[in-house]
């Protein structure tokens, strides 16, 4: 592992998003020990990413896709790829779709994704039927962030062939303020969500959960950090309950640890997840958990030993907060299990791990 490689993430954009942070972890990572790393987002959009990634001198190229499938982007990636020459190409999500025939014709030897979700619902239908040939006659070598993903994927792609490696994500854990637990009844409880604004994150659920834990402790607010398509029908909802005064939305945030260290209970009621990055940071900061029995949370998570694990229902999520509203021992005790079980996934352990993939397959 000491041949400097070329690396080359390519990702659809750099907004704010867990799939987005672990290509910027995985990037500073991976340049710090002394690999020519590179960034292309199929999007053109500055972002908080984007610019931290180039304050880290981490080369950043925008590709100017339009909504949609684009065939220029082929071209362009064509032009891109043929100056650079990396060793390694790193997909996310559905730019895989546009860099697996492009990286062939170039005669990349090592195209990696990671799978950032549950295989059915990561892509389209349409798209699982090109990403298995990918897979299975191009040599595009898949990684899961979870077992529970790696079980979907062999299901999904009926995959019989060797094991798919298992690499968690990472955040820098350096970063992390932890939650300093003080015992004072004065003071509300607040409840913190990370997320952007999507079905699978289940904001309509929550607020319903938060409803019924606002009647029984009139102590607790609610805190939503991030934006997102559904936002308006959130907020409308909020409304409809007579719950505006309790709810806030704080919009996107670049440091988000300043606000998971003033908060008292992280919850996360998903559909589905891979591997969140944000219940990582809520575990740096040492929060107590309330999170849904769905993708990478259950290998993440152990009921009562680091956090409440729950079935996606309305009041079983509700009855969950409450528990932890109502005890400052139990929220003390699950928030530093959590802070110790979070160790694990620090962006170094990730980035070493990727970086013994990429030199097995070279």
């Not at 080369?59 to 891109?80: A, M, Q, S």
């Not at 997840?273 to 290998?299: F, H, N, Q, R, W």
Request: some cysteine.
């Amino acid at each position: 592992m000491n041949k400097r490689i070329k690396v080359i993430q390519i990702i659809p954009t750099l907004e704010l998003g867990g799939a987005e942070i672990m290509v910027e972890n995985l990037s500073v990572a991976l340049n710090h020990l002394n690999n020519d790393v590179k960034v292309i987002s199929l999007y053109s959009k500055t972002t908080p990413i984007s610019r931290r990634l180039e304050n880290n001198r981490i080369p950043v190229f925008y590709l100017d896709k339009k909504i949609g499938f684009d065939w220029k982007i082929f071209t362009k990636l064509y032009k891109l790829l043929k100056t650079e020459r990396p060793d390694v190409i790193h997909t996310h999500l559905y730019a895989t779709t546009y860099v697996v025939p492009v990286a062939k014709l170039l005669k990349v030897k090592v195209i990696v994704h990671t799978i950032h979700s549950i295989a059915d619902k990561e892509v389209s239908l349409a798209r699982q039927r090109i990403y298995d040939i990918y897979y299975k006659f191009l040599k595009v070598k898949p990684v899961a962030i979870s077992s529970m993903i790696r079980e979907s994927f062999q299901k999904v792609y009926k995959w019989s062939g060797e094991n798919i490696p298992l690499i968690n994500n990472g955040i820098d854990l350096n970063k992390c303020i932890s939650k300093v637990h003080e015992l004072d009844s004065s003071k509300h409880i607040k409840i913190i969500h990370i997320g952007s604004f999507k079905e699978a994150k289940n904001h309509l659920g929550l607020i319903d959960s938060f409803n019924i834990v606002h009647k029984k402790n009139a102590n607790t607010i609610l805190e939503l950090i991030g934006n997102g398509q559904l936002e308006a029908d959130v907020r409308k909802r909020v409304n409809e309950l007579g719950l505006a005064n309790y709810v806030v939305f704080l919009g996107v945030k670049e440091d988000v640890f300043s606000y998971l260290s003033e908060s008292d209970i992280f919850v996360l009621p998903s559909l589905w997840e891979g591997m969140p990055i944000s219940l990582i940071e809520a575990m740096g900061t040492a929060l107590p958990i309330v999170a849904t029995k769905v993708g990478g949370i259950p290998d993440m998570i152990e009921d009562r030993v680091n956090g409440l694990l729950v079935n996606i229902d309305v009041n079983e999520i509700a009855q969950a907060m409450l528990e932890l509203a109502d005890s400052y021992e139990l929220r003390k005790q699950l928030g530093e299990n959590a802070q110790k079980s979070s160790e694990q996934y620090s962006a170094r352990n990730m980035t070493l791990k990727y970086l013994k993939l990429y030199c097995d397959l070279l």
